[in-house]
């Protein structure tokens, strides 16, 4: 069974730029969510979707936002991007349950120069 | 307010011995869960093991055993017969015990195995 999926891996961008990135949830699960990754601010919840809408969402400004498709599929936006949002995103997925177990992905590591 | 404490930041253990990472958690909520997941230097999270508020048995999954103490909200991972594979970052996280419920990960815990 195919593990939680990121693509892409790496990606170099600049101040003002926007970036989408996504992620292919485990086959049958149904919720995803969002987290990034910082050395100085640890791993901090974004926002989880399920079933196409979104059900919880972190302090993050409005220039982070998500999106499902109907196939379970997640992609992540950011638009005018600071140097700030340099980190590791990582994406979980899970059937949606309030006990579920959340597994992720590899990540994707935005560098923005 | 919720929150993840791990208090080691680093540690060191030989090669086939046992080791415990403490994390004690905060919450005033009745129902959640205990995930400790491994993050290598490669980044990706790894999935390790997951002990619901409810869970009367400690949760074991192969050489990964959560000591989980309610009273004293504390949850430590323990890992019989280290490997030198075991050598990562270890997060303790909680979730709220709510669909869709956030996970708040503590700041981790660097493991080194030495041969």
């Known amino acids: 069974k195919a593990g939680v999926t990121q693509t892409p891996r790496y990606l170099i961008k600049t101040r003002g730029q926007q970036v989408t990135l996504s992620c292919s949830p485990i086959s049958g699960h149904r919720s995803v969510s969002w987290y990034q990754q910082t050395p100085g601010q640890g791993l901090q919840f974004l926002f989880e979707?399920?079933?196409?809408?979104?059900?919880n969402k972190g302090n993050f400004p409005g220039r982070f936002s998500g999106r499902q498709f109907s196939n379970s599929r997640s992609e992540m936006n950011v638009s005018t991007l600071e140097l700030g949002d340099s980190a590791l995103y990582l994406c979980?997925?899970?059937?949606?349950?309030?006990?579920?177990?959340?597994?992720f992905g590899s990540g994707t590591q935005l560098s923005v120069l | 307010a919720q929150k993840i404490t791990q208090t080691q930041p680093g540690m060191f253990v030989q090669e086939k011995e046992a080791v415990t990472l403490d994390c004690t958690y905060d919450?005033?909520?009745?129902?959640?869960?205990l995930f400790w997941y491994k993050q290598p230097s490669s980044g990706e999270m790894i999935f390790l093991i997951y002990?619901?508020?409810?869970?009367?048995q400690n949760a074991t999954e192969g050489r990964y055993s959560l000591n989980f103490q309610k009273a004293r909200k504390s949850a430590n991972l323990v890992i019989s017969a280290s490997q030198l594979g075991d050598s990562a970052m270890y997060f303790c996280a909680m979730r709220e015990g709510v669909p869709g419920g956030k996970l708040i990960f503590g700041q981790g815990t660097e493991l080194s195995v030495k041969p």
């Open positions: 002990q619901g508020s409810y869970d009367e």
């Open positions: 919450t005033s909520d009745q129902s959640y869960g």
């Open positions: 979707y399920f079933s196409e809408t979104q059900r």
């Open positions: 979980a997925s899970s059937f949606g349950g309030a006990h579920e177990k959340l597994f």
